[in-house]
């Protein structure tokens, strides 16, 4: 399998000259191979989102390299950064779905943005209702929605452009472990289809439910267990 | 295309739509375009007046005998009639009826205005073939040869102060059309900036989701442009039937000079497409602060 993400040492700071902070993240580097499902563990503050950040182009490191796709994403320019995120589906901790659309009209977000025709949009959007089970409330705004139905209407719209990276922010933070399990397999099967999956979270109980998913813990901004050299299920950071 | 994929291509369109119906933009743009059709039509109008003026007075003279013996006024005014008709470059020379005099000083002299005793100069009304200032100094010399009695009167000149004062209202109108148009720009500045701001998390969902930045302008000039075409339509029709009652109350006081103050075929022209240069203005100047304003955002 080919990489796909590359991070040599980077490292992030928020704030410029004086207002700088101390380093979010130090000293980086990881692969990730191309087809392959990736947890990111870490404990509240270790620095997940801010590395997720970086994958999904929110965010420029301070230093380092980080190589997207073969090509070195920090000195991408502007203008090309919507062609390459739109390569990343990413599923944001708090779902961020635009209030004043419907269900259906979130989810098709992304294919209207990459500019399809309105006509090609409705078979994939029904589609991806009926994949995440919310066939019957296209028409429902995201205020209705109950916490699950939010997170899935967040994670249909990171798929449905097929995208070749999936990032998801702690997905199962704000559900039951019954959803949670099956929103881990909605993951699992798009892995299946060869997307690259990266999901993060402290839940240590979902690590070992995807068989040959590898781990990467970050503690304090530092990558400790690099991709592959931690088995599942993982030791949990406090035992 | 189906009725519920026509509702739902909408949707991209109403991205950054929260607030249904008439907002404040649409007023306020009604509002900068009524100002703004009014302050153009005075301006057209005046300006129109103006050449009209200028047309009717330029090479205009009335030449006075001033003489209070009559038998020697009339026969000055004779010679001068007949030097004047065969002048090159005079195209008509006509003397003023004595009737139409009396008539003109009666309002101050009264019934003594008709005295024929009365010493009033005998006048004649001249246009020359050319409107420049080179014919009427030269007509002028001319007459010079039949005495001190002869007194030449440009219309030009003691008509200039009201010309100047019409000419002084069009480019009062024009300084007010630009102004308004640089209001107008600065409105739809301050609610793009300020849409910005509102739709913060929607245009960073935008962008995350591989949105470029004309994307994002391009929602927010078709709103600006939803909001100035209706405001325009609204602000131009209202000042537009107000440009045609003034219109119609100026025609009926059979003032000449008043008179002349209308729009012809192009000025209405002019105010008609006054709303759509108003919603260009509006949709390029939304372009060009959100293009700007996202330049900052990663």
Do not use: C
Not at chain 1, 149 to 164: F, K, L, N, S
């Amino acid at each position: 399998m080919a990489n796909i993400v590359q991070f040599e040492n980077v490292g992030l700071r928020y704030g410029t000259g004086p207002d700088a902070g101390p380093e979010t993240l130090s000293d980086v580097s990881f692969t990730l191979r191309s087809g392959a499902f990736y947890f990111l563990t870490g404990a509240s503050g270790a620095g997940k989102t801010s590395l997720l950040k970086l994958l999904y182009l929110a965010q420029r490191p301070t230093r380092g390299v980080i190589r997207l796709f073969g090509e070195d994403a920090v000195v991408l320019s502007r203008d090309r950064l919507p062609g390459f995120r739109r390569r990343i589906g990413v599923v944001f901790q708090d779902f961020r779905l635009v209030p004043h659309l419907s269900t259906w009209d979130n989810i098709a977000l992304p294919l209207r943005v990459a500019g399809m025709p309105e006509a090609d949009i409705e078979q994939p959007v029904r589609e991806m209702l009926a994949w995440v089970g919310l066939g019957d409330r296209a028409d429902a705004r995201p205020a209705t929605l109950s916490g699950g139905e939010q997170q899935r209407v967040a994670i249909a719209r990171a798929v449905i452009a097929r995208p070749e990276i999936l990032v998801a922010d702690e997905p199962t933070g704000n559900v039951d472990p019954d959803m949670a399990e099956r929103l881990l397999h909605l993951f699992e099967s798009l892995n299946k289809l060869g997307t690259t999956v990266v999901v993060a979270t402290h839940d240590f109980h979902l690590l070992g439910r995807i068989p040959g998913a590898q781990m990467m813990r970050l503690d304090r901004g530092r990558l400790l267990d690099p991709t592959g050299s931690l088995r599942y299920p993982p030791t949990r950071p406090d035992s | 295309m189906s009725g519920a994929t026509k509702a739902r291509s909408s949707a991209e369109r109403r991205v950054l739509d929260e607030a249904g119906g008439l907002r404040a933009m649409t007023w306020v743009m009604a509002i900068m375009l009524f100002l703004t059709m009014l302050a153009a039509a005075l301006g057209l109008a005046t300006a129109g007046a103006a050449r009209l003026l200028d047309r009717q007075l330029a090479g205009r003279l009335t030449v006075q005998i001033v003489e209070g013996d009559p038998v020697r006024r009339d026969g000055a005014a004779a010679r001068v009639l007949a030097s004047l008709r065969a002048m090159p470059g005079v195209a008509r020379a006509v003397p003023v009826d004595r009737a139409d005099l009396t008539r003109l000083l009666q309002p101050w002299l009264g019934a003594d205005g008709a005295d024929p005793q009365l010493p009033v100069p005998a006048m004649i009304d001249v246009d020359l073939g050319d409107s420049g200032d080179a014919a009427a100094v030269r007509v002028a010399a001319a007459l010079r040869r039949f005495g001190p009695a002869i007194r030449v009167d440009r219309h030009e000149s003691w008509m200039s102060p009201v010309n100047d004062v019409m000419r002084t209202l069009t480019f009062l109108a024009l300084a007010l059309v630009l102004l308004m148009a640089s209001a107008t720009a600065a409105v739809v500045v301050l609610a793009a900036r300020a849409g910005l701001e509102t739709h913060r998390a929607t245009i960073g969902v935008m962008h995350m989701l591989g949105s470029t930045d004309l994307q994002v302008a391009r929602l927010f000039q078709r709103r600006i442009a939803l909001d100035a075409t209706i405001g325009g339509v609204g602000g131009g029709l209202a000042a537009l039937l107000v440009v045609a009652f003034i219109g119609v109350r100026l025609h009926g006081l059979g003032s000449e000079l008043l008179g002349g103050v209308t729009l012809g075929g192009t000025d209405w022209i002019a105010l008609a497409l006054l709303p759509v240069a108003f919603v260009v203005l509006a949709t390029l100047a939304a372009r060009v602060t959100i293009v700007r304003a996202l330049r900052h955002i990663l």
